[in-house]
């Protein structure tokens, strides 16, 4: 692997990165310098620099789906939306205070009608963009962190969150409640497992599902990046059909009754393992040793083909992930190893560019971001 190109902008550690999927080449970074800093991989240097003047670390960017001049970012448990082409006074358009505690994700929805927060305090904020009000609350899912959220772009009612509960939690927010809910904690009895990890917690440090143009080559999927080490490809399709057989089984009339109020009933919101037609790509194959913080779905080439996981191990995983289908999760076969790039600091973010070359972009524990080129 070659030396990466450095990205030098921020004073202080670089916590995100995003990539333009219309403007290939055109990168977003944030820092806890309380800045956002902007690239064109043809030029030099940083193109321009938005101070936010608050000095509080930026915990999360998105763009505003279908216009990317529209850029949202999380500081503290407040988000603010920007117009980048009103560089002068960066001045926000828009800002959302609905959370309590403090915001880990933002993401908005494929149609940029609602916006997403994911906060310390295990609630999920749902904004509606266009009303620039507050829709629904999600709550009572996570019991602790909330690190993670996404909307799922093939359900436009539907979105998915990970927490430092080791749950992943599928939720209809129309309705404002759980569907699904994921335990990584319970162990999976008969798998493969990660028992050279097992006093590491299965916390959720970040999720990703298909961008919208991915959905129809791609299995309706979600990867979560995991504390005990190993990136899982959760099946949702196959998780809720679950739903619907287990829905089948409930008692009928007359059978003892199950417990009512605002709890959901026992066949939505099912604490269950997950299911055994996921994939789990542990160290066993050539995985992380140590807790993974991020990960991605490529961006270039055929999108989708690989997923990209970094984590605290100072590694970045590039996983072939289908081939691990189609071969079992316990083949060993050289060939299925994934490409793993060396760092020296543990990694913040990665995302990835449409591009050929300069398609992955890194934020480690440093005030560099770094940039390498997969082929």
Known sequence: MAEPRRLKGHKATATCCIASRHRPGL?????????????????????????????????SLCFKQGNEDIIYVSSGNEVKCFD????????????????????????????????????DGGDIKII????????????????????????????????????LDSKLIMWDFSKGRPCKVLDFGIHEVGSSGNMGQSL???????????????????????VAARGDGVVSVVNIESEIASIKSKSSLKPQKGSQ???KGNVPSADTKSQDQVGRNNLHLDYI???????????????????????????NDKCIKVWEW??????????????????????????????????????????DTSKVVKVYTIT
């Open 200 to 222: 590491n917690p299965a916390f959720v440090h970040a999720i990703a599902v298909p961008e919208v143009d991915m959905v129809d080559k791609l299995d309706k999927i979600c």
């Open 27 to 59: 990168v977003a970074t944030s820092g806890e310098d309380g800045c956002v800093c902007w690239f064109d991989m043809r030029c030099k240097d940083v193109l321009f620099v938005m101070d936010l003047g608050s000095n509080n670390p930026i915990s």
């Open 322 to 363: 289908a081939k691990y289908f189609n071969a079992g999760q316990t083949s060993h076969e050289t060939d299925l190893r994934p490409l793993n790039i060396n760092l020296s600091k543990k990694v913040n973010w990665l995302c990835t560019t449409p591009t050929d070359t300069e398609n992955l972009v890194v934020c």
């Open 128 to 163: 509606d963009i266009q009303q620039q009000c507050l829709y629904k609350t999600l709550r009572a899912g996570h019991t602790s962190i909330c690190s993670s959220v996404q909307f799922l772009p093939w359900r436009p009612w539907e979105a998915i969150t990970g927490g």
């Open 84 to 119: 980048v082409h009103l560089a002068d006074s960066w001045k926000p358009l828009e800002s959302f205070n609905y959370n309590k505690e403090e915001i880990n994700q933002i993401a908005c929805n494929s149609k940029s009608s609602f916006l997403a927060t994911a906060d």
């Open 285 to 311: 194959l050539g995985g992380h040793t140590a807790a993974v913080s991020c990960v991605a779905f490529s961006m270039f080439g055929e999108k989708g083909k690989f997923i990209l996981s970094g984590g």
């Open 257 to 259: 009754s199950r417990s």
